[in-house]
């Protein structure tokens, strides 16, 4: 959850405030729409609405018999609370799943059941709007992926946070000459068998996936040890990726096409090279530096026989 979505000076109350001393903050905040209920560890327990509390207050004797009864026995004990690292989307799918006849106007951000703020929906909504028109802004047009700008922005987030994470730079090799083959469509349809193989092997709730361009991929991983994941891509596009040749080129183990000064050359079918680094936010302080790490790393994965993976030991 973006810090900036959540709302921290909300005004919160013990569930042992009476129903009246509610009804009063009710009245001297006209903007307030729901309090948030803590007991004495801050921890959220529950929620009450405006609409809820006068509605309590206005029936019949309401305010006699309730006014000087604490408010946890009239709250909603069990609004939507979600922790803080809570995703947008993750966030949105609960608010959707929870909503019964009314729309949630508010709900709980808490950091292991502690409460720390509120999020009002329409905000949850308006972010996430907003992250879209972005994402597709520079969304690669084949695979919807992000592009250069958020991933840069990615890598500035994590080296602020100076969070340990690991930076895998994916080439195809021989690419080239299936596209001058095969044409460009299917050249398509190998980029887009990468991109599957990425996300099969990715968490995608904290692994970020990125396309640079062509048949280049940045993966940013948060997970431990993301080298078998490396491994697991590079075995699985070089087996996915042959469903796109013909028998011929099968049995052969490969396709003829012209190299880059125009001899005929003999290309294996496509296999995959990714580079790997580990970088030490402590050392590196650009996005910059980190993209140079990863393309050195490429280089050495390139000249690796027939693709796989190189560890770079180099941390920044
Ligand atoms: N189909 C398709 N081809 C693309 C796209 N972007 C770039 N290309 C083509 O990709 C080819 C260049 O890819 P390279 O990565 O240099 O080819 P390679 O044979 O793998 O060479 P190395 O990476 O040096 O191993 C050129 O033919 C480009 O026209 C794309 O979005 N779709």
Redesign the pocket.
Known sequence: MKPTTISPHSLTLNIDTRLDKVIEAFHTQSDLNAIPLIDSNDLAMGIITRRQALDIYTREFGRELNSRKPIRHFMDTAPLIVESITSLEEASYQLTNNISEDLIQEFIVCEQGRYIGIVKTIDLLRTITEQQIRSARYANP?TLLPGNVPISETISRLLLQQANFWVAYC???????F??VYG?SQ??AA?TVLADVIKAHCDTTTDFIGHV???DFIIVFNSKSPESNCAAICQNFQQEVLCLYDKKALEDGGICSYDRRGNSTFYATMSLSIGLVHPDPTKVTSAHAVSALASDAKKEA?KLADGGVYLSRRRH
């Open positions: 084949l080439d195809i090799n021989h690419f080239k000459a596209n001058d460009y050249g398509d980029i361009g062509g048949d390139k």
